[in-house]
């Protein structure tokens, strides 16, 4: 089977979510919340940046798109984003305390199961066929995790809560076929600043000396750009057309 477009923009992602860990190292001496609230505020600023500077017309269209959409569709699109934001915000959260709190191996487990529970959702919640050749992907996959965890039960099941968050996502964003998804990434982002900000005492966060921090602004833009809007769009522009189980396979 030859690759296509998206299965590359798949591969893309999830390559370069394997090096996360790296910059997200550099700042373990700052509380997670510290790190969830400027990666948001920077990512959500940066795709502000690039709509209002060429993209102001699609916005346009997805909001007249999403007007002239049976009541239905309107409420499933506007269900689907919102929850999709509250899992981005989870699953960002979860993946800072585990890699600086728990342990880098923690991170990279959730990497290795999250095609696995996505396959597996896809299936069970859409309906999603598999062939045997998944099957077998996906009881090979489960094996590995299951023989790098031994021993470690702890990192397997903080991997499994930080991996679902990231899947249930996948999964509830199947459901915006369609539509523009640099568009409703902003929305989602939009949703996660105005969660955020009146969490961020009780996360730990600082916004007013975050912003005197260079050291901060350098690596959580770094973050932004490279490891958050970059790979986000790849992997959703990949959901437009592979079905889950080619997450596993």
């Not at 990279?108 to 062939?131: D, H, N, V, W």
Request: hydrophobic residues 55%.
């Amino acid at each position: 089977m030859s690759l296509s477009r998206h299965h590359l923009a798949a591969l893309a992602a999830f390559l370069i979510w394997g090096f996360f860990p790296i910059p997200l190292r550099w700042l373990a001496g700052y509380p997670s919340g510290q790190i969830l609230f400027f990666r948001i505020l920077l990512s959500l600023l940066l795709l502000l940046l690039i709509h209002g500077l060429g993209r102001r017309a699609t916005v346009r269209a997805v909001w007249a798109q999403w007007q002239a959409a049976p009541p239905a569709e309107r409420r499933q699109v506007a269900l689907s984003t919102g929850v999709g934001g509250l899992l981005l915000t989870s699953n960002w959260l979860l993946f800072i305390y585990v890699v600086n709190q728990v342990s880098v191996q923690a991170g990279s487990f959730a990497y290795l199961i999250c095609p696995i529970l996505t396959a597996l959702l896809g299936f069970a919640l859409l309906g999603e066929k598999l062939r045997t050749n998944q099957w077998v992907a996906i009881g090979l996959s489960a094996l590995s995790c299951a023989l790098l965890g031994a021993g470690q039960l702890h990192t397997l099941l903080m991997s499994l809560v930080v991996a679902s968050t990231y899947a249930i996502y996948l999964i509830s964003q199947r459901r915006l076929q369609g539509y523009d998804r640099l568009v409703l990434l902003t929305v989602q982002l939009l949703l996660a600043a105005f969660l955020i900000l009146p969490l961020a005492p009780l996360l730990g966060a600082q916004p007013l000396a975050g912003l005197h921090d260079t050291h901060l602004l350098l690596v959580t833009g770094l973050l932004s750009v490279g490891f958050t809007v970059l790979p986000l769009f790849l992997n959703l522009y990949a959901l437009n057309v592979l079905p889950s189980g080619r997450w596993a396979s």
